[in-house]
Structure formats: C-alpha cells, structure tokens
C-alpha cells in the first residue's frame, strides 16, 4: 500500500469512497457534494488530497482543506470497506498532519460524529484531542470537534 498524492484522473474514486461511508452511516448533505465534486478546488484553495492505492486500486483517501486565516481542517477521510483494519486510515492521516506540520500553520481540526468510534480512536492516537466548538458546523452530522495537539505520528 502506498499513499500517493491526487490526480485529475483519481476525481471519481476520491468522490466514491467518500460516498461509501456517508450513505452507509448517515446522508449526503449539500456540502458533501460541493466538496466531492469539485476537488481540484481544493487544490486551487491551498489544500491537499491524499490517496491510498493497494495493488493498483485507491482505496483510500484524506483531504487537508483550507479553512482561512491559517487553519486547516481533516476531512473526508474515508477507506472502503473491504480495507478497512489494516492501518490505511492511520497512514492517510499521517499524511495530512505531516502536509499540515510541513506548512507551519495555526491550526489543524476536525470534525466528526461520535458514532464513527473506530475513526475517533484513531484521530486521538494521531495527536486530536477533543475541543470546544468555534463556531457552527457546516455539517448537520457534526457531533464530535477536535483540534490537533500534537503526538504519535
């Protein structure tokens, strides 16, 4: 398995794993679709996209997005089902906090719902403790906000 960074050609299975797991735990919200279906804005905005490619197949995928005055924020980190347990999340996320510590920026958050427990465990290993909400979210599913602090990478 190696983490690779995005390509144009990747745009779909960046959007279907993302896909696989709202439509499976909660609904694709407004946002959601923006965010999938146009990720070369993320680019555009100063982000980054992360891909797991296993034997020639993505499998997996985080994104670092821009939030503005020097924040970034975790999202869409998703694997497909049939990878999960092997430690391509950690991997993924991993390279999002590296991109994140290489940029020097203010702050890295995430959010998160509660009922993704396996997801949250892994974010509290990679360094996220959970924090006080700033300001609203943009996602109705949102129950669970956290901000990197730091440790096992």
Aim: proline residues 4%.
């Amino acid at each position: 398995m190696e983490v690779i960074p995005f390509e144009r050609r990747y745009a779909a299975d960046f959007k279907r794993l993302n896909l696989e797991w709202l439509e499976k735990y909660f609904r694709v919200e407004p946002i959601d679709e923006q965010v999938l279906s146009k990720p070369l804005a993320i680019l555009r905005k100063g982000g980054a996209i992360f891909l797991a490619r296993h034997r020639g197949a993505i499998v997996g995928t985080c994104a670092l997005l821009n939030a503005g005055d020097d924040r970034f924020e975790l999202s869409k980190m998703a694997v497909t089902g049939s990878h999960q347990g092997l430690g391509i999340g950690r991997r993924l996320v991993q390279a999002v906090v590296a991109e994140y510590l290489a940029r020097g920026a203010r702050e890295l958050f995430l959010e998160s719902n509660s009922k993704l427990t396996p997801a949250i465990t892994l974010y509290e290993s990679a360094g996220f403790v959970h924090a006080a909400r700033p300001a609203p979210s943009h996602y109705e599913r949102s129950d669970v906000y956290m901000v990197f602090a730091g440790g096992k990478r």
